[in-house]
């Protein structure tokens, strides 16, 4: 692994329109190892839809949505079921002459049937989702799509259980458990970021959110449209803040707050492509955060009730692009730690509290989304999972 300088020191800076320190660092303070790597590869750096890791009945399920853009004879789109050492438990390939870069979107696993067992669901090029038995990948039912589904489906469970999928198009499909047609809404915008639910005041169940490139959508579970606010939403996440819902999306150069109701909470402008993935309290002041990813080399994190910013992280590198941080306690001591991905290959665990990075890791492969932390060994301390360009993925331990 190659020696890098990772953070930049700065001092003290006003960041945006709140003040930010910008973090110090004298280097790593702990370090990364490769716990293993799946295979196969695919012949393309272009992967980019993230790993899902569940488990239900001792059994952890991990998720590679792997695509692939040749043509050739040995190249595929697969759902691909890893266990928790990284070996294939199973597979479904989707029509060869479908195969693009998007293959297979951004996948879930849930209960989608309503018999208790854990399902894959998954869009894909085939313009179709797909639901399986995430035991033996047996294939529960699908549903045709109008377009290439890129972003992941939300499953309701109240006051009946319905699969929500919008397509790349803008067309949002409600399936019944059984896979049936409950209901359909054209947005006739384009759809990237997964849904989300959230539950709105006044309302006795939990409604689902779309995002679109230009509007936030939420939609009651007989489709109705409880509510729909202008916003850049290629990202779209929700979290609690104060005892209430909020969504936060984020695109362009802009990200904002919305409250349950509708209403705008904050709203922050003069970022570049600011990726975001989670709402969580990463250092434990009881105000949960919004970590982004912006301009290819800066994590910021927003103070999530205000949107001030809290810190920043200038990291080493020449990349363009930059996956949105995720949290995860992957040191076990009952408390997270922030993860993020650089386009170059790069991994980095930073400290919650003040943006300092304190472990790296490298592969000379590309990554285009953000990684997914979770403990698939049962040790305590939570894995780091990455979608390399490449579709192989790469389990990480950290070790201080």
Not at 93 to 117: F, K, M, Q
Request: aromatic share 6%; glycine share 10%; charged share 20%.
């Amino acid at each position: 692994m190659r020696a890098r300088t990772v953070v930049v020191v700065l001092g003290v800076v006003v960041a945006l329109s709140g003040a930010g320190l910008y973090a110090l660092s004298a280097g790593p303070s702990g370090s990364l190892s490769t716990d293993w790597v799946s295979d196969p590869h695919r012949p393309n750096q272009v992967n980019h839809h993230p790993v899902v890791v569940a488990s239900e009945n001792g059994r952890v399920d991990i998720v590679a949505p792997i695509s692939s853009v040749s043509k050739d004879s040995g190249s595929r789109c697969a759902v691909t079921m890893l266990d928790a050492n990284g070996s294939t438990g199973w597979q479904y390939v989707i029509n060869r002459s479908t195969c693009a870069i998007h293959g297979i979107g951004d996948s879930v696993v849930a209960d989608a049937t309503g018999d208790g067992e854990q399902n894959v669901l998954a869009p894909t090029t085939e313009n179709r989702l797909y639901v399986f038995d995430a035991a033996n990948g047996s294939v529960e039912w699908t549903r045709n799509l109008t377009s290439f589904g890129y972003a992941g489906p939300q499953v309701l469970t109240e006051p009946r259980r319905i699969v929500v999928q919008p397509d790349f198009a803008g067309a949002v499909f409600a399936m019944n458990a059984n896979g049936t047609l409950a209901w359909r809404y054209d947005l006739n915008e384009t759809v990237f970021a997964d849904t989300e639910t959230v539950r709105v005041p006044g309302t006795p169940h939990p409604s689902v959110a779309v995002g679109s490139t230009t509007h936030v959508t939420v939609f009651e579970p007989n489709g109705t449209v409880a509510w729909r606010r202008a916003a850049a939403a290629t990202w779209l996440v929700s979290g609690r803040v104060d005892g209430e819902d909020v969504l936060v999306a984020s695109g362009g150069s802009n990200i904002t707050a919305l409250a349950a109701d509708g209403t705008t909470r904050w709203h922050r402008t003069g970022w570049n492509r600011p990726a975001i993935e989670q709402v969580a309290d990463g250092d434990g002041d009881g105000v949960p955060e919004v970590y982004v990813g912006s301009d290819g080399n800066r994590i910021a994190a927003l103070n999530a009730r205000t949107g001030e910013t809290e810190w920043t992280t200038a990291l080493s590198t020449d990349a363009n692009i930059l996956p949105a941080p995720v949290t995860g306690d992957v040191d076990g001591d009952g408390h997270p730690e922030v993860v993020a991905a650089t386009n170059d290959g790069a991994v980095h665990v930073l400290d919650p509290q003040s943006g300092e990075v304190v472990a790296s890791y490298e592969r000379d492969v590309s990554v285009w989304v953000h990684p997914t932390v979770a403990d698939i060994d049962g040790d305590g301390a939570a894995e780091v999972l990455v979608m390399y360009g490449d579709g192989r993925v790469v389990a990480l331990s950290y070790h201080q």
